[in-house]
């Protein structure tokens, strides 16, 4: 026994600090996207050391800040949250983010603070969210342990700091150059979370990047600001139009955009994506039904295509799988549904040209044939043609095994006579 000890003592020192650091990278404005990324990467960062989220940011909606705030402030797994690049900021929402975390560190020439927040594009001083926010910001400086005073100046002042001063101040733990550095001054400090004190390794851990999936970077898109004000203008006003002139189709289109609208203002992304696959099954069965233009076919498939990448994140309850190959199965999704649809609009294209046809003879006039039956004038019997058996009007009296020769075509009858 005392030789396994000494032997497993030995190799303690070999193993500290292995492992991996996820590392997350925030830029521009914070909006659902951002806090999808965050909050399903979160949610699959158990087993790493700890969590790296570098940001770079001017702010964003309140809604995502704090569905980002709750995700880090529930994770097992500590959250270092590392302004960078130098010269870049965390501002208004990148403050709150920041002090949510397990440790705070600032590169070079960067800014935080101005927090207060902003209502309808105008800064508000209303008591009630200015107090909830004062004391949200200095609940989180006081689990972490840091500055309770100037955190609420965040909110009530719109201070900013450098991160000398920040440091100076208590309000973060580390300044840093770049990943490298921070990743060794980090190493071994204890930092305090909802569960308790946990210690950071980072010697020798790899570092791995997770970039956003295909979902999240659709959400991207839509969240930019400019993007989800003109599909919802643009929505509101096609479905007006389709509304005032039914029967073109408009008022479909005009749904569709509101909700893609919607989604990049932070709508329920579930409700979203389950309303783009009714309307995408909407549009293709009533291409099957009434076989009018393929475009229906297109717009049904698109909208099928991004509503499953939009509702598929990952199946309810424990999943054991890693979030790799999540963001991969919403792409196979995608280039699946594009194939499917594709070869289905090509057959069902083929089918239309079909079905659209006006019928046509079979056998054309003046085709030679001989009778089967004795067919008197005006009657009906049947002849071989082509060297098929078909249905025939005789305009003057056929015998059996009589040549005949057609010379028209009547509700599906071949009319036929004696070849002189």
Do not use: C
Request: hydrophobic share 50%; aromatic share 6%.
């Amino acid at each position: 026994m005392g030789i396994l000890m000494l032997y497993l003592s030995l190799l303690a020192p070999l193993g500290e600090g292995q492992g991996e650091i996820m590392w997350l990278s925030v830029s521009g404005t914070i909006s659902p996207a951002t806090a999808e990324y965050i909050v399903t990467s979160l949610e699959g960062a158990q087993g790493y050391n700890a969590v790296l989220i570098t940001i770079d940011t001017f702010g964003g909606l309140g809604d995502s800040t704090f569905k980002i705030i709750d995700a880090m402030l529930n994770s097992s797994t500590p959250v270092i949250v590392y302004v960078y690049p130098p010269g870049g900021q965390a501002l208004s929402a990148g403050t709150y983010i920041l002090m949510a975390s397990s440790l705070a560190a600032m590169a070079p020439y960067t800014t935080i603070g101005s927090a207060q927040p902003v209502v309808d594009g105008v800064p508000t001083n209303e008591s009630k969210l200015i107090n909830f926010l004062v004391e949200k910001m200095k609940t989180m400086a006081r689990l972490h342990g840091r500055n309770e005073t100037q955190a609420a100046r965040f909110v009530t002042h719109n201070d900013n700091l450098g991160p000398e001063a920040a440091l100076r101040h208590g309000v973060i733990e580390v300044v840093a150059a770049d990943v490298n550095e921070l990743l060794k001054k980090v190493d071994g400090s204890v930092v305090k979370t909802i569960y308790g004190e946990r210690v950071i390794k980072t010697l020798g851990a790899e570092l791995v990047r997770v970039d956003p999936g295909v979902r999240v970077q659709v959400l991207q898109f839509l969240s930019d600001p400019l993007v989800s004000g003109l599909l919802l203008t643009l929505g509101v006003l096609i479905l007006i139009v389709g509304l005032s002139s039914p029967g073109f189709g408009a008022e479909l289109v005009g749904a569709v955009l509101v909700i893609l609208g919607l989604v990049g203002q932070g709508f329920n992304l579930n409700w979203a994506g389950l309303a783009l696959l009714v309307l995408g099954a909407v549009l293709i069965l009533y291409e099957f039904h009434s076989g009018g233009i393929m475009a229906a076919m297109i717009g049904g498939i698109i909208l099928l295509s991004l509503g499953l990448i939009l509702i598929v994140r990952a199946p309810p309850g424990v999943v054991y799988v890693s979030q790799e190959w999540l963001n991969e199965l919403q792409l196979a999704i995608g280039l699946v549904a594009i194939f499917g649809g594709g070869v289905t609009a090509y057959v069902l294209f083929k089918v239309l040209r079909v079905v659209r046809k006006k019928s046509y003879e079979l056998a054309p006039t003046a085709s030679i044939g001989r009778s089967v039956d004795d067919i008197d004038a005006g009657k009906i019997g049947y002849v071989v043609v082509a060297g098929e058996y078909r249905r025939a009007k005789a305009l003057k009296p056929v015998k059996a095994n009589q040549t005949i020769k057609v010379v028209g075509y009547e509700n599906k009858l071949l009319l036929v006579e004696p070849l002189e």
